[in-house]
T-cell receptor, first 113, second 114 residues
């Protein structure tokens, strides 16, 4: 079946620190992979995506590389800001049936000045 | 440029009451989804509608019904609310079922059942 395992939080970092949030997946076929971000009181927003192996998704200084050999899609940012404080969700979209999204449990990031 | 609009934003119900959560999208998307978000569990799919006129069960459909009223609107109904249905509910839409298409989410409905 399809599943996403995400690094548990919460994660607290100082401003300008390096961020890594781990994400691994199990899927049938060749899924597309996504990172979504949820700011307080809001819905989820797409942060970045990768649709095939070795693709790198990037947006707003965040990056993640689709690693088929390790079934991973870790999120990284070189220098976090207070405004990056949010909950981050890793997700996959399978290639079978309805191509629905399967989400990880989310990682709450707090960045302190 | 509204995207996905959910109403209401907050609601408190008593056990046994019924309620319909409304969702509308203005992006001409074919597929629509209802999720619930619970602490420590991420988002779980309740029902989805791959295209106008079709609906299918997701991971946690028990206690819910849906209606795809037209291409824009997809409602979620709780016929007899239970405390276990206290959650944050999100509606989402996507252009179509292609796997690399992102879903667009509404801001959620926070539902408490006493």
């Amino acid at each position: 079946g399809n599943s996403v395992t995400q690094m548990e939080g919460p994660v607290t970092l100082s401003e300008e620190a390096f961020l890594t949030i781990n994400c691994t997946y199990t899927a049938t076929g060749y899924p597309s992979l996504f990172w979504y971000v949820q700011y307080p009181g809001e819905g989820l927003q797409l942060l970045l995506k990768a649709t095939k192996a070795d693709d790198k998704g990037s947006n707003k200084g965040f990056e993640a590389t689709y690693r088929k050999e390790t079934t991973s899609f870790h999120l990284e940012k070189g220098s976090v800001q207070v405004s990056d404080s949010a909950v981050y969700f890793c997700a996959l979209s399978d290639q079978t049936g309805a191509n629905n999204l399967f989400f990880g449990t989310g990682t709450r990031l707090t960045v302190i000045p | 440029n509204a995207g996905v609009t959910q109403t209401p934003k907050f609601q408190v119900l008593k056990t046994g009451q019924s309620m319909t959560l409304q969702c509308a999208q203005d992006m001409n998307h074919n597929s629509m989804y209802w999720y619930r978000q619970d602490p420590g569990m991420g988002l779980r799919l309740i029902y989805y509608s791959a295209s106008e006129g079709t609906t299918d069960k997701g991971e946690v459909p028990n206690g819910y019904n849906v209606s795809r009223l037209n291409k824009r609107e997809f409602s979620l109904r709780l016929e007899s609310a239970a405390p276990s249905q206290t959650s944050v509910y999100f509606c989402a839409s996507r252009m179509d079922r292609a796997s690399n298409q992102p879903q667009h989410f509404g801001d959620g409905t926070r539902l408490s059942i006493l």
